[in-house]
């Protein structure tokens, strides 16, 4: 952390409604990154973006989307198409192809 | 196909005992390896970068290794608030994404 920032810290879900995840930087970094942290289980990376307006999937993008409109924000939003969305949700800023900087995470509860 | 494992899943020591937890990784051409100490509910800290077969960094009582198929990090005499999940991830020459372990639990008792 220290620049970059997560809202909201815990976040509650109902059955079929779409939420949105925010995470913000001022560290200027170019690339920003969203991974889903389960119990027992590595990080596992949901989307990414090198650049304003582009953003690839990463391993388990289904039932997410993104957008890169600014620089300093990279919003993730679960869908309803995602059946267990129930995790720990991080965000990770850095220069492409470097270290990865974590913010403080979002808790995501379904009711 | 890349992966990394770390061993042990969840470690136990008396302050003091010194130790070491391990990240063995298979990688097609390794860019980097990463350490990170992650406290519970929080995101996850930096500690090291290793880029190379040889290469040793250290912090307090914190030092990592790297060899061309492992990396140790060695917590000399802990300390209780040592206590935390330490992360390791292996990033491919070819690839952009990061390959993380499933964590070491450390636990420094009194």
């Known amino acids: 952390d220290g620049g970059i920032t997560q809202s909201p810290k815990y976040l509650f879900r109902k059955e079929g409604q779409n939420v949105t995840l925010s995470c913000e930087q001022n560290?200027?970094?170019?690339?920003m990154y969203w991974y889903r942290q389960d119990p027992g289980q590595g990080l596992r990376l949901i989307y990414y973006?090198?650049?304003?307006?582009?953003?690839q999937k990463g391993d388990i993008a289904e039932g997410y989307s993104v957008s890169r409109e600014k620089k300093e924000s990279f919003p993730l939003t679960v869908t309803s198409a995602q059946k267990n969305p129930t995790a720990f949700y991080l965000c990770a800023v850095g220069r492409f192809q470097e270290t990865q900087y974590f913010g403080p995470g979002t808790r995501l509860l379904v009711l | 196909e890349d992966q990394v494992t770390q061993s042990p899943e969840a470690l136990r020591l008396q302050e003091g005992e010194s130790s070491s937890l391990n990240c063995s990784y298979t990688?097609?051409?390794?860019?980097?390896l990463f350490w990170y100490r992650q406290d519970p509910g929080k995101g996850p800290e930096f500690l090291f970068t290793?880029?190379?077969a040889g290469e040793e960094k250290e912090k307090e009582r914190l030092k990592a290794t790297l060899t061309k198929k492992e990396s140790f990090l060695h917590i000399t005499a802990p300390k209780p608030e040592d206590s935390a999940t330490y992360l390791c991830a292996v990033q491919a020459n070819n690839f952009n994404k990061f390959y993380f372990g499933s964590g070491t639990k450390l636990n420094v008792k009194p």
């Open positions: 560290l200027n970094h170019d690339a």
């Open positions: 990688v097609s051409g390794l860019r980097g």
């Open positions: 290793l880029y190379s």
């Open positions: 973006s090198q650049i304003v307006n582009d953003f």
